[in-house]
């Protein structure tokens, strides 16, 4: 588990909600609760860099950044939408005793739109 970081408590991260965290081992991370699940991105968008965790999560699993629109799936990490055209990275998160772990970078199927 030592490659497992502890950005916060469950309770802290209702539904719908984002978190930009910072981790000594990564780059920027969004952590988000989408429907209950919990995951993590890179919080930085492809297409210039902004946090995406100042953005909008939408129901259907898309993080929209707000600077120019583009989205990207959270569980694939796959940008959605112009004018992003590369994924950000997809972490592999767990929930211990009320804590959200972030851990390493996982592969995921569908990266690019
Ligand atoms: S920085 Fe995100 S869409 Fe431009």
């Known amino acids: ?3 497992f970081e502890d950005v916060g408590a469950v309770v802290d991260l209702p539904d719908g909600e984002m978190l930009g965290v910072e981790l000594t081992t990564r780059q920027p991370v969004c952590v ?6 919990i995951g993590a991105v890179g919080n930085l968008c492809t297409h210039a860099l902004f946090h995406l965790s100042e953005g909008v999560l ?5 993080i929209e950044c707000i600077w ?3 989205r990207f799936d959270c569980r694939t990490g796959a940008a ?3 004018p992003a055209e590369w994924p950000v ?4 998160v767990r929930v211990v005793n009320g804590r ?4 390493p970078e996982v592969a995921v199927e569908e990266t690019r739109s």
């Open 100 to 103: 959200i772990l972030v851990g």
């Open 58 to 62: 939408h129901g259907d699993g898309t």
């Open 32 to 37: 988000y609760n989408v429907g209950g699940t």
């Open 89 to 92: 990275p997809v972490y592999d």
């Open 68 to 70: 120019h629109g583009a």
């Open 80 to 82: 959605k939408r112009h």
């Open 1 to 3: 588990m030592s490659e």
